[in-house]
């Protein structure tokens, strides 16, 4: 089986893992994504330079979990809108579209490119305050 085609399943069985749960759920939860409504936006981080900036998104925390990367932050507007501004953005900078799904309260976009596989995660944790959160991971294929 070709490599790109075993990184999508696995992450297409790590995604359906991730959709649902209950709104309102705490930060740093095992199991769940960081969620970010709020903060300080970063000067940078150790994404790779051609990943795909999304405008409204303000990326607020970097962690380094062994070789993954996992920077969190927010989207000024509805998941709808970051759902389909990541999409398109990662095809616009060349990166392959692994999966991607919407549902009601999240979704997912996982990618390949520049030498690193990932996910970013989106949930309406924040829409009280008109944004969705953002949790990016970013790990070397």
Same mark, same amino acid.
């Given at each position: 089986?070709p490599?790109?085609?075993?990184?999508?399943?696995?992450? =297409?069985? =790590?995604?359906?893992? $991730?959709?649902? %749960?209950?709104?309102? +759920?705490?930060?740093?939860?095992?199991?769940?994504?960081?969620?970010? $409504?709020?903060? #300080?936006?970063?000067?940078?981080? @150790? =994404?790779?330079?051609?990943?795909?900036?999304?405008?409204?998104?303000?990326?607020? @925390?970097?962690?380094?979990? %062994?070789?993954?990367?996992?920077?969190?932050?927010? /989207?000024?507007?509805?998941?709808?809108?970051?759902?389909?501004?990541? @999409?398109?953005?990662? #095809? +616009?900078?060349? /990166?392959?579209? =692994?999966?991607? &799904?919407? &549902?009601e309260?999240?979704? +997912?976009?996982?990618?390949?490119?520049? %030498?690193?596989?990932?996910?970013?995660?989106?949930? @309406?944790? $924040?829409?009280e #305050?008109?944004?969705?959160?953002?949790?990016?991971?970013?790990?070397?294929?």
């Amino acid at each position: 089986m070709p490599l790109r085609l075993v990184l999508g399943l696995i992450l =297409l069985v =790590l995604a359906a893992g $991730c959709g649902g %749960g209950d709104e309102g +759920e705490e930060e740093g939860e095992e199991g769940r994504a960081t969620v970010a $409504c709020e903060g #300080e936006a970063l000067s940078s981080t @150790k =994404l790779p330079a051609s990943f795909p900036a999304v405008e409204g998104v303000t990326l607020t @925390k970097q962690e380094t979990q %062994g070789p993954t990367e996992v920077v969190d932050g927010y /989207y000024e507007g509805d998941l709808e809108d970051a759902y389909n501004g990541y @999409k398109s953005a990662f #095809e +616009e900078v060349g /990166y392959d579209v =692994l999966f991607d &799904e919407i &549902e009601e309260d999240d979704s +997912e976009v996982s990618y390949e490119g520049d %030498g690193r596989t990932g996910q970013v995660a989106l949930r @309406k944790t $924040c829409e009280e #305050e008109g944004r969705v959160s953002v949790h990016i991971t970013s790990r070397p294929e």
